[in-house]
């Protein structure tokens, strides 16, 4: 049985590039959920993309649903896989990302691994997954649900939430949430200048970070 529900509201393109400022690892200074799993890598690692969340789930070998959905997507999508914990079968590959590509998605995040990164960076089309396989998926026309609650490395993404990716990691926020997540950080990442300003200045760091006065407050001192 399919499951084909209707494609989300679309974030903002103000949004989008609020959060294309943002890196995953600021974020994480001050945020501990929302992350998926580490083990999803970039493929491209130079890239870094935001856009709303189109979900799909996969089970097993069968990637019916997935061609299924490259007849709907829009430009400004990030396609989530979830693989219901297959590891063996890559349901990404060459032929899909020209079909995502040419309908605009920014980029695609698969819970198990993809194959032909060759053709992945040729096109040049933003990918995290957990490795390649040369198993792939088929087109068996079994099951698969498109715009439906996934969870995808440890975590619950819903269509229409606003994904962040880079070098770093994948993060996922409600969109009502994004911006002020994004400013926060975009603050944080400024305050970085100013700091290796002073660095370059000829201060140190454990002086500006207040280290130095937490260690020597309780220096044990021997006689």
């Given at each position: ?34 992350f ?53 079968h ?21 819970d198990?691994?993809a ?8 096109v ?6 957990r490795g390649?396989?040369p ?5 068996l ?6 715009n ?11 269509p229409?939430d606003a994904?962040?990716?880079d070098?770093?990691g ?9 911006k ?7 603050g ?13 200045n ?5 002086d ?16």
């Amino acid at each position: 049985m399919f499951i084909v529900n209707d494609m989300p509201a679309q974030i903002s393109s103000e949004l989008v590039a609020l959060l294309e400022k943002v890196e995953t690892a600021t974020v994480g200074h001050f945020l501990h959920s929302g992350f998926v799993d580490r083990e999803l890598r970039a493929v491209l690692p130079e890239k870094r993309v935001a856009g709303t969340a189109v979900t799909i789930r996969l089970p097993h070998a069968d990637s019916t649903a997935l061609h299924y959905l490259t007849k709907f997507v829009r430009p400004g999508d990030i396609v989530v896989v979830e693989r219901c914990g297959d590891t063996r079968h890559a349901c990404w590959g060459g032929v899909i990302t020209h079909a995502m590509k040419i309908a605009g998605v920014k980029a695609g995040i698969v819970d198990g691994p993809a194959t032909d990164f060759s053709e992945i960076r040729n096109v040049e089309m933003p990918m995290w997954c957990r490795g390649p396989s040369p198993i792939t998926t088929k087109i068996l026309g079994l099951e698969g649900a498109i715009n439906v609650p996934v969870t995808v490395g440890g975590q619950v993404i819903e269509p229409g939430d606003a994904v962040l990716a880079d070098e770093s990691g994948v993060i996922v926020l409600k969109p009502s949430q994004a911006k002020a997540v994004a400013e926060r950080a975009l603050g944080m990442q400024e305050a970085e200048i100013k700091l290796l300003e002073r660095l370059r200045n000829g201060e140190k760091l454990p002086d500006i970070s207040g280290a130095t006065r937490l260690v020597e407050e309780k220096i044990l001192r021997v006689a």
